[in-house]
């Protein structure tokens, strides 16, 4: 990978990593490398600010001090972009940014020596209309999750899959995950895990009325379509990673669809899945 420029984007209001940004800084522009920061960044460095979604349009890579939300806003601002991210780890779980924070130097010379691996995410389409006019366009590297915002009130979803009838889900919600989500909400919900890799659209029904609406697993290829039937109380909401979204109402209808631009993750060599997994989520702990 010929990297010449470097954005460098962070996690709001952390003001603990001053220090770190300008020792980042520093070591790129040591070896001759451009350096953009996005606005958080910048308070610490001698660049001018960049707004994320025009940074992704100049730079070759980009580094994410932050933890897995900061990753999934920077992924979404990307956009289009074909840049790869690697993410470095300074919150608590971290199933997105796989590179802790005394790791950085070191992978970033093996970036640089093309020894750091590029791992493709499926990411989502999201499209919101009504009365067949589009209210808003949406891209997703987790899910898209529509739910009743009220406490202890369901919602109606027709939903569909490559146009036939899949089921009317009677929930608080329905979430469609990628398989990179599958660790996210969809599993506080119930949903099963899937290898991040893995060409699959997921379904994970909230708190269903009917206990044999299970999480269900479609091919990659699905197109999916949520109908607002009915809410029975309370407001209807799409959330996209679980940062944005707006607000929707009877008979309007959310869309996903596998984007056709993936998200290019760098990924630590020799990364074995299922060891993250097991140090993720305490597998064989008592």
Not at 26 to 42: F, I, M, Q, S
Not at 43 to 61: G, I, N
Not at 162 to 190: F, M, R
Not at 280 to 285: F, H, P, T
Request: net charge negative; proline share 6%; charged share 25%.
């Amino acid at each position: 990978m010929n990297v010449q420029s470097v954005g460098i984007c962070v996690k709001p209001g952390e003001l603990e990593l001053a220090d770190l940004v300008r020792e980042l800084e520093k070591w790129l522009r040591d070896r001759g490398l451009a350096v953009l920061p996005d606005p958080e960044a910048a308070r610490w460095t001698h660049a001018d600010a960049y707004l994320r979604s025009d940074l992704a349009r100049q730079v070759d890579l980009i580094v994410v001090l932050g933890g897995d939300g900061t990753l999934l806003a920077v992924a979404r601002a990307v956009g289009l972009r074909n840049v790869p991210i690697l993410g470095v780890n300074l919150g608590t779980l971290g199933f997105l940014v796989e590179t802790g924070r005394d790791e950085l130097f070191p992978s970033l010379v093996a970036v640089l020596d093309d020894r750091f691996p590029i791992e493709e995410r499926m990411r989502f389409d999201v499209r919101v209309a009504r009365d067949g006019e589009e209210l808003g366009a949406y891209t997703a590297l987790n899910d898209a999750v529509v739910s009743n915002t009220a406490l202890s009130r369901m919602v109606d979803l027709r939903t569909r899959a490559d146009g036939a009838v899949v089921a009317t889900y009677h929930a608080d919600g329905l979430i469609v995950a990628t398989p990179t989500g599958s660790t996210a909400y969809s599993l506080s919900a119930g949903g099963p895990l899937l290898l991040p890799t893995f060409d699959a659209i997921l379904l994970t029904p909230i708190s269903p009325h009917a206990l044999t609406q299970r999480p269900l697993v479609l091919p990659g290829s699905s197109v999916v379509e949520l109908t607002v039937l009915a809410s029975r109380g309370g407001e209807v909401h799409l959330t996209v990673d679980g940062q944005v979204g707006r607000a929707l109402e009877e008979g309007d209808v959310v869309s996903v669809r596998r984007s056709e631009q993936p998200a290019r993750l760098l990924v630590p060599p020799g990364r074995n899945r299922f060891e993250v997994m097991r140090k993720k989520l305490r597998w064989g702990e008592r």
